[in-house]
């Protein structure tokens, strides 16, 4: 079994991107530019948007956090969104979710603009993802990608079996491996909670997604031996052993389906790391791309 190290391959990325931006520096360029909104005060919110942030400083990126009252109304945040749009520093717009009831989150996706956003969740980059166009891919599912590319698994008429439907990592990851190119190209069967018999499912699985958000759901007897697996899930379980009364577990059930994998993520250290990275190389690429169009 090889334990696919999330956090080790993230690393890579980040330092990867950090020479690429050090160039852009030494030869007096302008650098890529991430800017995040924060509305409320959500501690998990909070500490995302802040290691996000943190991300950009150590790579050379510019960055910058937004912070917003929860009772900023939809206009003024359309309105900060819009300035942003034409803000020629920032090349990625990202806003945090969820956001407060009283707010849109449809509104304000749509109003990024698709060429900044490397969230991915606009609908053109959504559209354009299913119909197999160059687009951003949302930061997760394009990080599971990026595991399997690295760790050199085959995907090309492999059975993708993805636990969970998700907007932010099911849809887009089936989307993603469907796709006829060079590190996709697999059979997939989305699964979800209205299946009669999951593992009926997980069992015909080479390449195992779960992102459903149940702790340690997938046991061995649900997977074939060999299967490589990749778990989304990070779910807190109360463990008075522990000093903070909780431990992190994914979706699977790591020590007993380990023992059949060829290739299996952990949590914490597998997929989590990765969203981070491919943020950033999500922002890396909008500035690229703004460099094209605008001559630089
Ligand atoms: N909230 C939880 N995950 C995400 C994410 O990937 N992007 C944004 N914008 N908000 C989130």
Not at 26 to 50: F, M, Q, R
Not at 84 to 110: A, K, M, R, S, T
Not at 176 to 181: A, E, T, V
Not at 262 to 269: E, L, Q
Request: charged share 25%; glycine share 8%.
């Amino acid at each position: 079994m090889i334990l696919i190290d999330g956090k080790r391959t993230a690393q890579e990325i980040r330092e990867e991107l950090k020479t690429d931006i050090q160039k852009l520096k030494d030869e007096g360029k302008n650098v890529p530019g991430l800017v995040t909104i924060l509305v409320g005060d959500d501690p998990a919110s909070k500490l995302y948007v802040k290691s996000k942030g943190k991300a950009c400083n150590e790579i050379g990126m510019r960055t910058k956090t937004e912070e917003m009252p929860s009772d900023i109304s939809e206009k003024e945040l359309l309105n900060i969104v819009e300035s942003y749009n034409n803000n020629p520093d920032y090349h990625g717009i990202l806003v945090q979710l969820p956001l407060p009831e009283h707010i849109n989150e449809d509104n304000i996706i749509e109003a990024i603009s698709p060429e900044k956003d490397v969230d991915g969740f606009h609908p053109l980059s959504v559209g354009k993802l299913v119909t197999g166009k160059d687009t951003f891919r949302p930061c997760t599912p394009a990080g599971i990608q990026e595991l399997l590319i690295r760790y050199k698994i085959d995907t090309k008429g492999k059975h993708i079996v993805v636990l969970g439907r998700s907007n932010i990592v099911g849809k887009p990851i089936a989307n993603i491996m469907l796709q006829k190119k060079e590190h996709a190209n697999s059979i997939i069967t989305i699964c979800h909670s209205a299946a009669p018999d999951v593992s009926y499912y997980t069992k015909q699985a080479d390449i195992l997604i779960a992102a459903i958000g149940v702790p340690e759901f997938v046991k061995a007897d649900m997977v074939k031996e060999g299967v490589v697996v990749i778990d989304v899930g990070i779910n807190r379980v109360e463990d008075s052993s522990k000093l903070k009364g909780y431990r992190l577990t994914g979706d699977v059930a790591f020590d007993e389906v380990a023992e059949k994998a060829s290739y299996i993520t952990p949590v914490p250290g597998g997929v989590g790391p990765m969203t981070i990275a491919m943020l950033l190389t999500n922002t890396y690429n909008a500035y690229l791309k703004y460099g094209e169009k605008n001559g630089s």
